[in-house]
Nanobody, 132 residues
Framework: QVQLVESGGGSVQAGGSLRLSCVAS?????????????MGWFRQAPGKEREGVAT?????????TYPDSVKGRFTVSRDNAKMTLYLQMNSLQPEDTAMYYC???????????????????WGQGTQVTVSS
């Protein structure tokens, strides 16, 4: 069973930065190493649908994608040796306030997966609150 545990959330003022982490475990049960999994960060604000904020592909090319709302401010990265996904968030704004989740999908041949329905495993989330 794949498990994802997020951390790093907190409260910051507008313009501040946070770095989220997502540590994974259990990938070995599927016979594929962590580097063969595509990963994503999503967020959900109260009363809103969950939306993707960053994705990163698997070891074939580590392609990253971002929606326009965070492009240039957020950076996703991964450390395969530590089985950890990161999200560096800079220039945070009040509209970035949400619960942030990491997600995983086995993608042996790479690919880009932007949608919530693409992912099979989810963490419990970490809260990010940005005050003006």
């Amino acid at each position: 069973q794949v498990q994802l545990v997020e951390s790093g959330g907190g409260s910051v003022q507008a313009g501040g930065s946070l770095r989220l982490s997502c540590v994974a475990s259990g990938y070995g049960e599927f016979g594929y190493s962590y580097q063969r999994w595509c990963m994503g960060w999503f967020r959900q604000a109260p009363g809103k649908e969950r939306e993707g904020v960053a994705t990163i592909s698997s070891a074939d090319d580590y392609t990253t994608t971002y929606p326009d709302s965070v492009k240039g401010r957020f950076t996703v990265s991964r450390d395969n040796a530590k089985m950890t996904l990161y999200l560096q968030m800079n220039s945070l704004q009040p509209e970035d306030t949400a619960m942030y989740y990491c997600a995983a999908k086995l993608c042996v041949y790479g690919g880009i997966y932007r949608f919530e329905s693409d992912y099979d495993y989810w963490g419990q989330g970490t809260q990010v609150t940005v005050s003006s």
